[in-house]
């Protein structure tokens, strides 16, 4: 949360602290209250905490909840989940701290990232179906399968918001798991599809049974973890995606060896063991989910859950010192129609939308087609399979790279920009080389050097979440942020067609355009809230003290609508 807490306010905090000058009981009062941390630049990393890392220095910092003039304002609602752990004296070493994270990443986030895995094996296993005789043994042609993709992404989008709402109301620990189990035995009933109408319905449900497990995931995420830390997580999190594509890329190279088995092709088998395999993995997602950091004792879990109490306060008041705005509502309390309404209407966070409508487009049409591209390059079907995990390893280090990169520097625009400027050359030559009498080899290194591209959705989607600063616009806003990227898929799967078939060179030449409109567009992005922050940094200085305490003790803004808010660029 990028609440701006003024230099005069934290002295007079520090002065409050320290001095011996007040009356004796001012004094006794003041002693009573257990020192913070000194204010140092944390050392976020592992790489960092070497020369002049103190782990048992305090790590509480100063925050709205130590001063008593903000500490009402910010103080959470009684109904909030986690209430009993809050403690605004709560104190605890950087050492206490680090190995804490550590222990969510092990309880939570590799759980998190392995259902998201299951996720990736289901939607895109499509793709090495596609590499064995799938289309001619529906009947079906180049354009069938962008109708499929297509008709995908469109259910996925819809059931975004639906899915979210739904999750909020219920809570993530018991929706997931459930989308999870269904959208298994869809996939698994993948086996039986029969032509282009059972295709045609397998992917529509598959897309609504699938969509808003993105943004649900990420919501309960934000429960445990800081912003910087849940945009490095989301980085390990699409890792995790590149890593089930490389899997279903091995795992293909086998399944598909089983044509001929019961004297039925390979696909069919693909798809039914693999939507058997994450339907065991939903069904542990049932007792391996906690509602939340205090909520993890479970007969399954442990009679006295995964975490202390005093391991508990420290996740709950960490943070809630970073963002008190976690605490505004229930974590199975529903978004009302009016609370709807106020965050589809916050044009703060439609810059962003924007760039999750048109920043994947330039790689994502290649990587659709990158199989039926390397078999028209004379790759037979086992070749293309493994030749499609090269760019997927490359993937993972590039987009970790800037993903660690965007937080050190503080930066998220323009390291956000670099995969545009990355996928810029490859798009020149693919439009200005004839490509018809290249080297197949030469091929498949500009293209698999162009799905290399460091992807910046981890960086993006942490930055949704960080200028939504509630919970009510963080739940909407990410599934709306991941509607704009679902749309993008929509219009992916129809920039190759089959009219512009082999090369497809008006493919390539609006694939070109679009990258060159990205680069300019995250410039826009990056002006446009510069000039927000600086407006609202020009009306706060303009304020006195006093006026700044009345504007927090009776302001109706919330979120980022809020004088002391700023925006992260």
Known sequence: ?????????????????????????????????????????????????????????????????????????????????????????????????????????????????????????????????????????????????????TVFKLSFLCAELPSQLLSKWMGPDRWIPAQMVLWSIVAAAQFWLSGRTSFLVCRSLLGILQGGFIPDIILYLSYFYKHHELSLRLGFFWTAMSIADIISALLAYGLLRMRGVGGLPGWRWLFLIEGILTLVIGLFAFQLMPAGPAQTASWFRGKKGWFSEREEKIIINRVLREDPSKSDMHNREPITPRLLWQSLKDFDLWPLYLLGLTFQIPMTSPAQYLTLSLRQLGFDTFQTNLLAIPYTVFHIITMLAITYLAEIIQELTFVSATGQIWALPFMIYLNVVDTSKVNRWVMWTVITLLLSYPNPHPIQVGWNSRNSNTVRSRTVSAACYNM???????????????????????????????????????????????????????????????????YLATTTQKGNKRLDFRFAH
């Not at 990028?2 to 000058?21: G, I, M, S």
């Not at 679009?514 to 200085?541: E, F, H, P, Q």
């Open 484 to 550: 704009f990227v679902q749309a993008s898929g929509i219009i992916s799967s129809n920039i190759y067609r089959d009219d512009d078939l082999p090369l497809y060179r008006r493919g390539n030449r609006q694939l070109l355009a679009i990258t060159c409109m990205n680069i300019v567009l995250y410039g826009l992005v990056k002006t446009y809230y510069v000039y927000r922050n600086k407006s609202r940094d020009a009306k706060w200085s303009a304020m006195s003290e006093e006026e700044r305490l009345n």
């Open 1 to 149: 949360m990028a609440t701006v807490l003024t230099r005069e306010k934290a002295v007079r905090v520090e002065r409050d602290q320290d001095t011996k000058q007040d009356s004796d009981a001012r004094s006794l009062s003041l002693n009573s209250i257990p020192p913070l941390g000194v204010a140092i630049e944390e050392k976020r990393f592992w790489f960092q905490r070497t020369k002049g890392y103190d782990s048992d220095a305090i790590a509480t910092q100063l925050s709205v909840f130590d001063d008593p003039e903000t500490a009402e304002k910010y103080h959470p609602r009684s109904g909030w989940e986690n209430y009993h752990r809050f403690d605004p004296l709560a104190r605890w070493t950087w050492g206490e701290e680090h190995r804490l994270v550590r222990k969510i990443d092990f309880r939570i986030m590799i759980w998190a990232c392995i259902m998201f895995m299951a996720l990736e094996l289901d939607r895109a296993n499509i793709s090495q179906a596609l590499s064995e005789t799938f289309l001619t043994d529906l009947g079906m042609a180049g354009n069938d399968y962008n109708l499929g993709n």
